[in-house]
Nanobody
Framework: QVQLVESGGDLVQPGGSLRLSCAVS???????????MAWYRQAPGKQRELVAR???????DYGDPVKGRFAISKDVRKKTLYLQMNNLKPEDTGVYYC?????????WGPGTQVTVSS
């Protein structure tokens, strides 16, 4: 059974940086390497949106609002997904969710809160 736990969310001032982590338990290292993993976020009153995604072929996609500021990476041996967030803006505030997909398996973590405010 796949379980995801996000961490690293915090209150940060505009222009600051955070690194989010998503620890994966259940799959083997091979399973993690074959999965497509992603970060999504949801702001109050808004729909959940894609932040960044890394495919099994290591193809990376970013949502337009974060291009040039955020970087997604995956450490397969540690079974952990990361999101480095730089130059944070108030509009980056929201709950950030980790997603794991492989074949028919589609799992979400409980989320971690990121608040960007002065």
């Amino acid at each position: 059974q796949v379980q995801l736990v996000e961490s690293g969310g915090d209150l940060v001032q505009p222009g600051g940086s955070l690194r989010l982590s998503c620890a994966v338990s259940g799959p083997t290292v091979t399973g993690v390497s074959l999965a497509t993993m992603a970060w999504y976020r949801q702001a109050p009153g808004k729909q959940r949106e894609l932040v960044a995604r890394i495919s099994r072929a290591l193809k990376i996609d970013y949502g337009d609002p974060v291009k040039g500021r955020f970087a997604i990476s995956k450490d397969v041996r540690k079974k952990t997904l990361y999101l480095q967030m730089n130059n944070l803006k108030p509009e980056d505030t929201g709950v950030y969710y980790c997603n794991f997909r492989i074949e028919e398996i589609d799992r979400w973590g409980p989320g971690t809160q990121v608040t960007v405010s002065s």
